[in-house]
């Protein structure tokens, strides 16, 4: 009998490169100073993959879909649900959701900033939240929550919407806000419900005591808000329907959590895990081992750090951001090497030379003590060409995780 | 013109393996004296392969489908069709088969030995197979055909038949034997086939002077059968209609010939071939020249031996069975070298640490002598990731075959 052990997944967001000038060339992956990995890499299996398809750039939520073993041209609602499941909504199969900005108008609903500033706090949000949660328009109702800074995210519940609605945001100042308009027959009622509670929404913001006290300290007031990138929940079977298994997500971006949550998994709090390299990577660690040990079968750890400095075109940050994730990784093997088999990856490539996603495949290393070696000896795009993985897709993550780890009962007899 | 040729395939059941410690940390093919094998390598193309896919641990009989090029997820009938096909009862689309057991019960259809003693001798299983064979119950016609010790194949034949119902096998002594359930809806005929089957099989076994003289030597009488594995034989075309091919089985064990003749191959059979160490390799290697020399066009060899000693925890015996198919491929290298194309791999991974099947992809070698040789000089899991096949699945390995072997025509002009 298989005995069973804890899959962990680590994702490092945009993490892949090309050859980088300001470090000789090499990747970020090759240029950090990774022992962990390299360990990994010597005595596990290694290869390159392909997020989605070759040739194909994924967006990050698509390929944490795939990296979780979801079709994305199947299973993929959006951004709008993700960030909704991300923000603590808890959209369901039937709902449409939106990513939401606080916005500045004037009374003709001209966009003066399309961020009401950036600098929102969690006070005034949850001023802004409390008018704009719980609206009914017609038989639909709203859910709102503030995010971080202008952001938030939306949610309609209620019988026959469409998430295939024109923008309302007119994506430049100085213009009018857009009415939203029906894309596909059967999408009127849903535009007409986005139009009332925009204006509705300035109806009821721009009067509110947070945004008197804005004008007064000369900020923009946070008096509408502007919805995009709509998607409707879709039923997707949930990683426990599909292997009986307990996962776990340790993120800091709401879009990650959110993505993880649609494939069914729980969100577990970290204190200090943020988005940036600040985030704590010791935290992470510790809340990582106790989450294996607690008994989940799948934890899925997402690190955006090494995105970030390649959207900012910084390589120096980008190869600090993979030599802490290494270290980090470093600490949960010292405790639980021997209950997991591990996955360590990126999403995606984004170059620092270019700023912005890429279609270039990825390494991937995939560990555990019993796993046959290949004769890789280090972790990067380069080496992992050698490696006994061959070249796989993002889909097959997950299954050859749980094969691996157990969760894959055998296919005839 | 392409020359044509005969596609040898040479299969090592669960002959995989991962580092084995008794051996040095070397996998059983690695360790193993297999001269023949790496010449192969050297001089062919080399792989590794997930049989099914990436992840899913095969069973036998699933692999097997894949090998032969049929997609298990559609095409793989359950084991009973396969087994009563190896058995040599032909199944038909419709018919549903079950693998069967003697076993012991009292006059309460209690069980009191799941295998009747295990000892059935194959005159024993004459009379009691003549006790079951051809019996009649409604519409539906019963063949029974002993096979080994205890056990034996029954199919069912008549019309609406399916094999969506429960066991009647309650799998522990001391509990009565099961009343087959419907699964689901329109399956209570053959419940209530099966139901009246098993109780007719007591009343016309108890009383048989075969099982007389077991009670008297001090035997448990073989006085029911347990049905197990029901499966419904599905159409699919052969590989005849595929390719316009005559295929061949060299097997020992029922499952795998039946596999092979699900497909459409015929049974060669070769006197001596068995499932265990013992089988005759030398007669293997005769009969499959032979067969070859025949007008065959594709040779399928099956050897059980690796298997059987990963299960058994052994790695002494792993390498000696992996020994004695390589010397096997010696002789019939030496004889049809110049009129084949054959590969030589697994059908998947037995660790003889876990003693079970698990998901960890095979090596497979391709050759033929005008083949191009990639860098690979020796047949392992571990060499084979270098090599020029790169990362199959075992669907391709049929197309490949015959597509060497000059069996496929041209795709377009």
């Given at each position: ?251 800091g ?17 970290v204190e200090g895990q943020t988005?940036?390299?600040d985030t704590n990577?010791g935290n992470i ?129």
């Amino acid at each position: 009998m298989t005995e069973k052990r804890t899959a962990l997944l680590v994702v490092m967001d945009g993490a892949g490169d090309r050859p980088i000038p300001e470090l000789g060339g090499k990747t970020a992956f090759q240029a950090a100073d990774t022992p962990n990995f390299d360990r990994l890499a010597q005595t596990g299996m290694n290869g390159l993959m392909d997020v989605i398809a070759p040739g194909q750039t994924p967006g990050s939520d698509t390929a944490h879909l795939a990296l979780f073993g979801y079709d994305p041209i199947d299973s993929y609602p959006g951004r709008g649900p993700l960030e909704a499941l991300g923000a603590g909504l808890d959209s369901r199969p039937g709902d449409v959701a939106f990513r939401s900005n606080f916005a500045t108008v004037d009374s003709n609903l001209t966009v003066i900033d399309r961020r009401a500033g950036r600098d929102i706090s969690p006070e005034e949000g949850r001023e802004l939240q409390e008018a704009l949660d719980g609206l009914q328009i017609e038989d639909v109702t709203v859910r709102f929550v503030h995010t971080v800074e202008h952001r938030g995210a939306l949610v309609l519940s209620g019988p026959s919407l469409s998430a295939e609605i024109s923008d309302v945001d007119p994506h430049e100042t100085g213009k009018p806000v857009l009415e939203a308009r029906p894309l596909v027959p059967g999408a009127e009622k849903t535009a007409r419900i986005v139009n009332k509670l925009v204006r509705l929404s300035h109806e009821r913001l721009k009067d509110l005591e947070v945004n008197r006290r804005r004008v007064e300290r000369g900020l923009p007031p946070a008096n509408i808000i502007l919805l995009r990138g709509p998607g409707k929940h879709r039923e997707v079977p949930t990683l426990q329907q599909r292997y009986g298994i307990r996962a776990a997500v340790l993120a800091g971006g709401a879009l990650y959590i959110g993505t993880a949550r649609y494939v069914g998994m729980d969100h577990i709090h970290v204190e200090g895990q943020t988005g940036t390299i600040d985030t704590n990577f010791g935290n992470i660690a510790s809340k990582a081992i106790e989450t294996i040990r607690q008994g989940y079968n799948y934890v899925f750890v997402h690190i955006k750090a090494t995105d970030n400095a390649s959207h900012d075109h910084n390589p120096e940050q980008k190869v600090l951001a993979i030599e802490r994730t290494d270290a980090m990784v470093g600490r949960i093997l010292d405790e639980v090497a021997d209950d997991i088999v591990v996955a360590v990856t990126a999403d995606h490539t984004t170059p620092v030379s270019v700023g912005d996603h890429t279609c270039d495949p990825v390494p991937i290393v995939l560990w555990s003590d019993f796993i046959r070696p290949d004769s890789v000896t280090a972790f990067s795009e380069i080496d992992a060409a050698q490696g006994a993985l061959g070249h796989i897709r993002g889909m097959d993550v997950t299954p050859l995780l749980l094969g691996y780890a157990g969760w894959v009962p055998k296919f005839g007899s």
